[in-house]
């Protein structure tokens, strides 16, 4: 959706070593926010997006207009289930993945790649394009990409520069409590009470806490043993005005 960042950039490098062309769409999709969101505040910085992305040796740039996405009487959306039903990001933006779905789809149909290349930090994304693109015949292979992080481990996010600088110091939480939790799962102490106290940590850290969640890293289904791997740990938490999210493997 723009507001290029070294995380966007390193998909596109990704890209480049599987791919003989590679073309970057940007687009701010209106239906993946709620009234209430941040549509008219997201960050828009095309030209600066465009010269990262020539600095970089990307072949194209697809950035349609909102009327080419969506023309007067459209009226189909893809309504997802599976993964997007598993009561994530789901359970406090229901409307979000009918976006992301019908604007994803709309995209690889145009642009019709071999591969296409989404991060692992919009984790249930992630999983839910790799469903669409298996459950509508479409012949793109979606591959995941790590999280790139800043050195106190925040996820890279258009979002982080809405931090204040005192919420900034303290974002860095989220993925210490992950780490952190990941470890002491992995090392045989219970998810629920490992949970339980990673919640206190960030509500304590100044977040208003969405979720914490242990689930299963390919259905997203809810886990209560670390036997039940592979594990994916996800947060969403918001601080200020910023809503932030974060993910780790156990």
């Given amino acids: 959706m723009g507001a290029l960042h070294a995380g966007h950039l390193a998909l596109v490098r990704i890209a480049q070593r599987r791919a003989d062309r590679v073309v970057v769409s940007i687009f701010v999709n209106p239906t993946q926010f709620a009234p209430h969101e941040d549509l008219a505040a997201y960050p828009r910085t095309f030209a600066a997006d465009v010269a990262a992305l020539r600095a970089l040796r990307a072949d194209l740039v697809w950035a349609p207009a909102v009327e080419t996405m969506y023309p007067s009487g459209f009226a189909t959306h893809i309504v997802p289930d599976g993964p997007a039903t598993a009561g994530l990001e789901d359970a406090y933006r229901p409307h979000f993945f009918t976006g992301v779905a019908t604007v994803v789809a709309k995209l690889l149909i145009q642009c019709r790649p071999d591969i296409a290349v989404f991060g692992e930090k919009d984790y249930q994304q992630l999983k839910v394009v790799t469903r669409l693109a298996r459950d509508l015949g479409l012949k ?79 259905t997203l289904a809810p886990v209560a043993s670390a036997k039940e791997r592979p594990l994916r740990l996800l947060v969403a938490a918001r601080i200020g005005k910023t809503r932030l999210i974060d993910n780790v493997a156990v």
Avoid at 187 to 202: T, Y
């Fill in 140 to 218: 793109t292979r979606i591959v995941g990409a790590p999280i790139v992080r800043e050195v106190d481990g925040l996820a890279l996010s258009s979002r982080n520069r809405n931090l204040s600088s005192d919420e900034r110091a303290a974002a860095a939480v989220l993925h210490r409590v992950l780490a952190e939790s990941a470890k002491k799962i992995a090392a045989g102490k219970p998810i629920s009470s490992v949970l339980d106290e990673g919640r206190v940590m960030i509500t304590r850290a100044g977040f208003a806490l969405d979720y914490l969640e242990a689930r299963h890293a390919e």
